[in-house]
């Protein structure tokens, strides 16, 4: 079993930044690909970055540039680091654990990730 959990959610301005942390405990999270989603009121989870264990990272169209996925093994912590934030960032934000029997290329598949924390609201007003 995996237990993640999210932190360092809040309400911030536009143009502020915030790091998101997911630790996890009961199994290492090393050799497994790791994503984010977000999902915004009346709005379906959305794919938002993923990092391999060999620290490839993946992200939405709308937040490169501005959010950087990274990953502590030593510290079985995953981050994402998001500056210059927007009004439609708004949203709970989750990470997951990629299963390990799935495609390279489902990293952006909710259905692709076994595990999930219970996520950190992220708000930003104009």
């Known amino acids: 079993q995996v237990q993640l959990a999210e932190s360092g959610g809040g309400l911030v301005q536009a143009g502020d930044s915030l790091r998101l942390s997911c630790a996890a405990s009961g199994r290492t999270l090393y050799t497994y690909t790791m994503g984010w989603f977000r999902q915004a009121p009346g709005k379906e989870r959305e794919f938002v970055a993923a990092i391999t264990a060999t620290a490839n990272t993946f992200y939405v169209d709308s937040v490169k540039g501005r959010f950087t996925i990274s990953r502590d093994n030593a510290k079985n912590t995953v981050y994402l680091l998001m500056n210059n934030l927007k009004p439609e960032d708004t949203a709970v934000y989750y990470c997951?654990?990629?299963?390990?029997?799935?495609?390279?290329?489902?990293?952006?598949?909710?259905?692709?990730?076994?595990?999930w924390g219970q996520g950190t609201q992220v708000t930003v007003s104009a």
């Open positions: 997951a654990r990629k299963k390990v029997i799935s495609s390279v290329h489902s990293y952006p598949e909710a259905g692709a990730y076994d595990y």
